[in-house]
């Protein structure tokens, strides 16, 4: 690849790599930075802060609401998590 890139200015990138064998998409990711860093996603607008998420997941794990599923302790009693983690 480096006899390409050194080459490359006075015959062309193509001229280069097509006698060489060497495929287009093969080149040219050869030129990307090896390692790019994603950068962090921001956390959604409406996710649950770390003091939330804690009172949330004590309150499910009480023993009453240990084998339902998730939408159930809501249904039964709204009042109480309303205000922790509104359905969406």
Partial sequence: MR????????????ATYVPLA???????R???P???????????????TGDECRVLLDVLHEER???LTLAAPHAAHPERFTS?????
């Fill in 65 to 67: 609401f240990v084998d």
């Fill in 30 to 32: 050869w030129l990307r």
């Fill in 34 to 48: 090896k390692h790019m860093v994603q950068p962090a996603r921001p956390p959604p607008p409406r996710a649950l």
């Fill in 3 to 14: 006899i390409v890139e050194e080459t490359s200015s006075v015959d062309g990138v193509y």
């Fill in 84 to 88: 922790r983690a509104p359905i969406r």
């Fill in 22 to 28: 060497i495929a287009t998409p093969s080149y040219y």
